[in-house]
């Protein structure tokens, strides 16, 4: 076997390699009007929460109690403004303050009597089949908090076990919209490789942050960019 072959077959060997990496996308929920779904990749109701990707799986969920701060569910299938179908907490109000729609992750109000105070959880988790190592890629479009001047977002990117309790924190980011509170950055930009041993999961999340006598509201932030690309 001469040099040349030699080559041809490593250049095969790796581009073999390469084409079994597998990317997830973070999908959207997108539709408006009964029984009418939006084309294309969309996070349907009946997709499931949590939806199959690929083997993987992505779930959104919300912690239901501000005392419990161990507990995450599940989002159920709802509406918002009473026409935007959405993935949602177990309330029944027209405005939920946990919430997923579009590609837009939504945390709970921390009211004025709880300063200072973070608020609950929502969270993006996305869990894959297998153990390995795998490359995140996420940017957000918008940051929003109901009252900027007030209070902030934090957002949160960890690895977690199968009850979303943190195993180990990879970054976290104190967010505002531009003007706000505290002069923060009012978007997020991350790119790393993670290692997941087998049960482990990533998760982003969202929390309002509350420094004073005033009420922030709820913070969200939504994706221009979520995605998981496995390595090994």
């Given amino acids: 076997m001469n ?15 390469n084409c079994q990496a597998t990317i997830w996308e973070l999908p959207g929920i997108f539709g408006n009007a009964p029984g009418v779904w939006k084309e294309g990749r969309n996070w349907t109701w009946s997709a499931g929460n949590p939806m199959t990707d690929k083997g993987a799986k992505w779930t959104v969920s919300y912690q239901p109690s501000k005392s419990d701060t161990m507990t995450m569910k599940p989002m159920v299938q709802g509406t918002a403004w009473k026409f935007n179908f959405v993935w949602r907490d177990a309330g029944d109000g027209s405005d939920p303050e946990a919430m997923y729609f579009g590609t837009c992750i939504s945390g709970n109000a921390v009211s004025a009597k709880e300063c200072p105070a973070v608020g609950p959880k929502s969270a993006v988790i996305f869990t894959p089949q297998a153990s390995g190592k795998f490359k995140i890629e996420i940017e957000s479009s918008k940051v929003l908090v109901q009252a900027p001047s007030a209070g902030h977002a934090r957002f949160t990117i960890a690895v977690v076990d199968a009850g979303v309790k943190t195993l180990k924190e990879i970054k976290s980011f104190e967010i505002n919209v531009k003007g706000g509170y505290g002069d923060l950055p009012d978007s997020v930009t991350f790119a790393d490789d993670i290692q997941l041993k087998e049960g ?30 496995s390595e090994e």
């Fill in 3 to 17: 040099r040349v072959t030699v080559f041809i077959s490593s250049v095969i060997v790796t581009l073999s390699v």
């Fill in 200 to 229: 482990e999961s990533i998760a982003v999340f969202i929390q309002s942050v509350n420094p004073g006598p005033a009420s922030c509201g709820k913070s969200s932030i939504e994706f221009k960019k979520f995605k998981v690309l």
